[in-house]
C-alpha cells in the first residue's frame, strides 16, 4: 500500500493566520482526499484533489477557507486559512484505495488554534 | 446520503474476553467497508478491507463480516490483549458519496 509523509505532526497557531500541511505519497495517486476530525468526532470529508483540476469540496466547506493544491501526482496541501479555535482539530490526507489494502492514510496534524 | 453507525460508543472489558464491535451503513449501495484502528491523537491504521462481494476477512486475531443486504458488518477480537486498546473505525465507500464515510467509533480499553 501506498505510504504518505504528512506534516506537520502538530502545530499551535494564532487566530487569524494561516498554516499549510503537507502530504507526500511514495508512488502516483490519481486521487487525494483532505478529512477533518474535530475533537470527540469522527472523521469528516473535506474536499478531493485529482491532480490538474479544482478540488472537489463538500458540503459546509468552502475554498476560500480551505484551498488545496495538487501540483502532481505524488503530492498536495491543504491550507487552514483565518484560523479561528473552532478550526482546532486533526487534519488527515488520504490517498484512493485499491483492492487489495483499501485507503491509506497520513499520520494527521492536530492543529490547535488559540 | 450515508450514514454509519457504530455500537457500542465505548467498551471496557478484562484482558483475554473476545469481543465485538458494530457497524451499521442506511445505503446498501456500497463498494467495500474498512475497519481502522486509531491511537490517541495519531493517524488511522487499516486493519481489514471487504469487498462487497466478500462476506468476511481475516487478519491474526481479527475478523471482519459484511451482510451488505442488511447494511451490517462486525468486527471480532478474539483474545483481546491491552495493545488492543484504541478507538476503531468503521468506514464504507460508495452510497453515494466520494471518499469514505466514517463512523463516530468505539473506543476500546483492554485493562490489564
Known amino acids: 500500500s501506498a505510504v504518505i509523509s504528512q506534516k506537520p505532526s502538530r502545530d499551535i497557531c494564532q487566530r487569524g493566520t494561516s498554516l499549510t500541511i503537507q502530504c507526500q505519497v511514495d508512488?502516483?495517486?490519481?486521487?487525494m482526499f483532505w478529512y477533518r476530525q474535530q475533537p470527540g468526532q469522527s472523521l469528516t470529508l473535506i474536499a478531493t484533489?485529482?491532480?490538474?483540476?479544482?478540488?472537489?469540496?463538500e458540503s459546509g466547506f468552502v475554498i476560500d477557507k480551505f484551498p488545496i493544491s495538487r501540483p502532481n501526482l505524488t503530492f498536495s496541501t491543504l491550507t487552514v486559512s483565518n484560523m479561528s479555535p473552532e478550526d482546532s482539530s486533526i487534519y488527515l490526507c488520504?490517498?484512493?484505495?485499491?483492492?487489495?489494502?483499501?485507503?491509506?492514510f497520513g499520520s494527521g496534524t492536530r492543529l490547535t488554534v488559540v | 446520503k450515508q450514514e454509519v453507525t457504530q455500537i457500542p460508543a465505548a467498551l471496557s472489558v478484562p484482558e483475554g474476553e473476545n469481543l465485538v464491535l458494530n457497524c451499521s451503513f442506511t445505503d446498501s449501495a456500497i463498494y467495500n467497508l474498512q475497519w481502522f484502528r486509531q491511537d490517541p491523537g495519531k493517524g488511522l491504521t487499516s486493519l481489514l478491507l471487504i469487498q462487497s462481494s466478500q462476506r468476511e476477512q481475516t487478519s491474526g486475531r481479527l475478523n471482519a463480516s459484511l451482510d451488505k443486504s442488511s447494511g451490517r458488518s462486525t468486527l471480532y477480537i478474539a483474545a483481546s490483549q491491552p495493545g488492543d486498546s484504541a478507538t476503531y473505525l468503521c468506514?464504507?465507500?460508495?452510497?453515494?458519496?466520494?471518499?469514505?464515510?466514517f463512523g463516530k467509533g468505539t473506543h476500546l480499553i483492554i485493562q490489564p
Open positions: 468506514a464504507v465507500l460508495g452510497g453515494g458519496a466520494d471518499g469514505l464515510t
Open positions: 484533489a485529482n491532480q490538474g483540476s479544482e478540488a472537489t469540496y
Open positions: 488520504s490517498v484512493e484505495g485499491t483492492a487489495t489494502f483499501g485507503y491509506t
Open positions: 508512488s502516483q495517486v490519481t486521487m
